[in-house]
């Protein structure tokens, strides 16, 4: 009896490895490793684009399902080129006191792949300028390499519903169109995942 546990102990102790592997693999983070996000809209006078390369966020898999997504992106970082331009969304933002714009996912709606493209829509909180609003979020996604995923999609976005007043500039003549379109372009990064 004795002889025949310690046959058996060396492949029971295996197994119980391989199931602790199995479980600490589940869980898998991917970090941000390249983003833009350019915002277009339009004035009175002409139309203008300004754009954040600096986001910050991960992307967690847990059982080929994302759990997490959350996604940071500095308000100072978003630069047209005219310093006056500049100015005028940083004040928008009331930027000293709402420094940056965040999502946080709250649900997974659909996720479809078909070979290395990856369609997912999710929904969530966008918070910025001081307000957070519930928002749905569309992207096609690619594997570009196993471990490297790249999203992109865009989102109309009006200021007024986030309590932001559309900027003025030369005295008042031009005039900020209320609505704006954000698109983004997220590559994360880490251990190669599944998504279904």
Do not use: C, W
Not at 96 to 112: A, G, L, R, Y
Not at 122 to 129: E, H, S, Y
Request: charged share 20%; no cysteine; net charge positive.
């Amino acid at each position: 009896m004795k002889s025949n546990f310690s046959h058996r102990f060396p492949v029971i102790l295996m197994a119980f490895t391989f199931v602790l592997m199995g479980t600490m693999v589940k869980a898998q983070t991917l970090k941000v490793k390249s983003s833009t996000f350019t915002i277009s809209g339009t004035t009175n006078i002409h139309p203008y684009e300004t754009t954040s390369t600096q986001a910050t966020g991960e992307l967690s898999v847990s059982d080929n399902k994302a759990t997490v997504l959350n996604i940071n992106v500095p308000v100072k970082s978003i630069i047209s080129g005219e310093k006056l331009m500049d100015k005028k969304t940083y004040e928008t933002f009331n930027e000293p006191q709402n420094p940056t714009i965040s999502f946080k996912m709250s649900e997974v709606k659909s996720i479809t792949t078909n070979g290395s493209d990856i369609n997912v829509i999710v929904g969530g909180t966008l918070a910025m300028g001081g307000t957070s609003k519930t928002v749905t979020l569309e992207a096609k996604g690619k594997e570009v390499k196993p471990g490297t995923y790249t999203f992109e999609g865009s989102l109309p976005i009006k200021m007024s519903d986030y309590k932001m007043k559309a900027p003025t500039a030369m005295l008042g003549v031009m005039k900020v169109g209320d609505q704006v379109t954000v698109r983004y372009n997220v590559t994360f990064e880490g251990s190669a995942v599944q998504f279904n």
